[in-house]
């Protein structure tokens, strides 16, 4: 009876079993006795999209950096030529890359000691609605939205801001003056100023450095740290031969985060920064105001070779595994 039904089902529709006959089992069969042609088909539509429209934008904008400007009707020459990238090395142009080099490592530097005993407590200490509570505290701000919490920034570091008003509360409003007054920091108030600028990067890609850490510190088994308290280390040794070697691959790999996207950032130093450029505003002036895309395609080979050679040194030290 059993056989009848499914024979006169089949007869009516031969594509409701696969491998029964029709289209459907036929094309079933096939993928089955050919995997490799179901990887081919489900692979090739993000390839070529990954290939055309990323790859291949790219290329076509870095191949802008072998041309060159004629000086006199400011177009553009298509002749081979590496006189974009000498001008790199102008005094102006290296002063761009060495600003925008040097925030990068600071901003990493500082997000690594502010992340650290935050995301050495939540691996250690937070449990139950406590961890839920962290993961929630770190991962909000990233769902808010970029440009808001940049012009909030803004105000709070403005004259007129709560940050001005709380020191002047605290009768501390010399010590912001003294700051603003050094040549090192730019600016007539933090909200136009490297140090403001400096803050808001940190403020920003803070939690793309504390998330890997906390994954690192968890998988630190607590048993080496026992086992380092009782053969006599102290705090400082256990920290320093135990924790911190394990835990450098995470700090490692939230730093190629908050390093790469620093680099390429150019709206923050837009709105919060100097008149100095950095960049990704360099890259836009040339290629928007200026109309100097080669110049503009060759300011883009500088973060790409500068991540290349850190990915590199962060492979090293075992980065990838702690992603």
Request: no cysteine; charged share 10%.
């Amino acid at each position: 009876m059993t056989d009848a039904v499914f024979s006169s089902g089949s007869s009516r529709n031969p594509a409701v079993l696969p491998g029964r006959g029709g289209a459907f089992g036929a094309l079933s069969d096939t993928f089955w006795r050919h995997p490799g042609l179901l990887l081919f088909l489900m692979l090739t539509p993000p390839v070529l999209w990954l290939g055309i429209v990323y790859l291949g934008s790219l290329f076509a904008l870095l191949a802008q950096s072998f041309f060159s400007i004629d000086e006199f009707s400011g177009m553009i020459r298509y002749e081979f030529t590496l006189k974009t990238y000498g001008e790199l090395f102008r005094a102006q142009n290296l002063d761009i890359i060495f600003r925008t080099v040097g925030m990068a490592a600071m901003v990493t530097l500082a997000a690594a000691v502010v992340a650290f005993p935050i995301a050495y407590f939540a691996a250690r200490y937070a449990r139950g609605k406590w961890k839920a509570f962290f993961y929630l505290a770190v991962m909000l701000p990233l769902w808010s939205s970029y440009l808001v919490k940049v012009y909030a920034w803004k105000l709070i570091l403005a004259k007129e801001g709560i940050l001005t008003w709380l020191l002047a509360k605290l009768h501390l409003a010399w010590l912001l003056e003294a700051w603003l007054s050094l040549p090192i920091v730019g600016g007539s108030s933090l909200s136009f100023s490297y140090t403001g600028t400096f803050l808001v990067f940190l403020y920003v890609w803070l939690p793309f450095m504390i998330l890997p850490l906390q994954a690192a510190l968890e998988r630190v088994p607590g048993n080496l740290v026992e086992a380092s308290s009782d053969l006599g280390a102290s705090p400082r040794q256990t920290f320093r031969n135990v924790i911190f070697p394990l835990a450098l691959p995470g700090m490692v790999a939230g730093s190629i985060f908050t390093f790469s996207l620093t680099l390429g950032d150019y709206i923050i130093p837009q709105i919060v920064g100097t008149s100095h450029l950095f960049l990704g505003q360099a890259v836009y002036v040339h290629q928007g105001t200026a109309g100097n895309i080669p110049l503009a395609a060759a300011f883009t080979v500088v973060p790409i070779v500068v991540m290349g050679f850190y990915l590199w040194g962060a492979k090293r030290l075992g980065a990838f595994n702690a992603l």
